[in-house]
């Protein structure tokens, strides 16, 4: 991989630090691209795995991270964390975060990823109610389930792994599924299979 010995282009500015933004930044060293690179992040944690989050319970965020700080700083990517970008402004090549410090790019990269769905029911301000995306969600919602009864809505892949991963912790597991089995979208065979072992 490239390092960065360009010093004296403006940056190419990457905005978010998932995968996709992270792919984006080693592939562009791997591909012998020599200028600095800056990924902005509203996160206050190096790039790490989300995927993780649903499949093992862990307080250790050294366990989700894909790279150390020292594979960040040998290929010049500045990683500025706790940091949301609040405004892009194309013609001026310009992108504006909250703490007030405009930056001029060369390029920009949108790699921001998306958003959970917020339930807007009567009631969903309860306490109690938790959501997981990200890794702070993970630490309150495994504090939090040990010797519950626990309702996950949802039965995709997520409510499933959750499912699996709470089941020795929680008292009791209930999963709420719209169609007659989990996983609709691969057909009925899997999903009546599934409701078998559960
Ligand atoms: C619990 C869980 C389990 C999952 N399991 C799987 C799985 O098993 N298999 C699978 O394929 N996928 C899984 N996914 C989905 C997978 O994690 C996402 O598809 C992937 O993270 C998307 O990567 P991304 O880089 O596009 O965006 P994200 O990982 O969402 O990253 C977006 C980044 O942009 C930053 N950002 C957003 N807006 C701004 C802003 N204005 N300023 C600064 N920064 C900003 C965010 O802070 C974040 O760092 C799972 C997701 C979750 C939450």
Known sequence: MTRCTDLLDEPTVIIGSGPAALTCAETLRKEGYKSHIIMITKDDTLPYDRKKLSK???????????RQETFFEKYGIKVWLNTTVTKIDVEKKTV???DGKPITYS??????GSTNKIFKLPGSNLEGIYYLRDYHDAEVLYSQIKRKHVTIVGSGFEGLEICSTIDDIASSVTLLARSSHPLKYLGAGLGKEINQVL
Do not use: G
């Open 56 to 66: 093992k319970m862990t307080h250790d965020i050294n366990e989700y991270i894909f």
């Open 96 to 98: 504006y975060c909250n």
């Open 107 to 112: 390029n920009l990269v949108l790699a921001m």
